[in-house]
Nanobody, 120 residues
Framework: QVQLVESGGGLVQPGGSLRLSCAASRNIFSINGMGWYRQAPGKERDLVAR???????NYADSVKGRFTISRDNAKNTVYLQMNSLKPEDTAVYYCNADIWSTGGFLNNYWGQGTQVTVSS
């Protein structure tokens, strides 16, 4: 069973930085798009940033210029560098990926989520 495991969340003051990581493992043949989404209390889960296998990126308007998504295909890992964090960035951040398994199936997978809290 494919797994996505996130790390790097935590508590940070406004203006600070955090780096999230998400590693995919088990029965992976290849990975297409990878991305990060977030969900604040009482709100829907929204796209933060997404990156294609070749490196094409897209970002939510609210994070452009502050967040950077990147990936290491050799490690099956996607990163989210978050700078100039604001209280409104507080949410649970979820990793997402479209993965071809070794069994020949393409499925969309979610990580378990990591809490990011921006507060003084």
């Amino acid at each position: 069973q494919v797994q996505l495991v996130e790390s790097g969340g935590g508590l940070v003051q406004p203006g600070g930085s955090l780096r999230l990581s998400c590693a995919a493992s088990r029965n992976i043949f290849s990975i297409n798009g990878m991305g990060w989404y977030r969900q604040a209390p009482g709100k829907e889960r929204d796209l933060v940033a997404r990156i294609g296998r070749g490196g094409t990126t897209n970002y939510a308007d609210s994070v452009k210029g502050r967040f950077t998504i990147s990936r290491d295909n050799a490690k099956n890992t996607v990163y989210l560098q978050m700078n100039s964090l604001k209280p409104e960035d507080t949410a649970v951040y979820y990793c997402n990926a479209d993965i071809w398994s070794t069994g020949g199936f393409l499925n969309n997978y979610w990580g378990q989520g990591t809490q990011v809290t921006v507060s003084s």
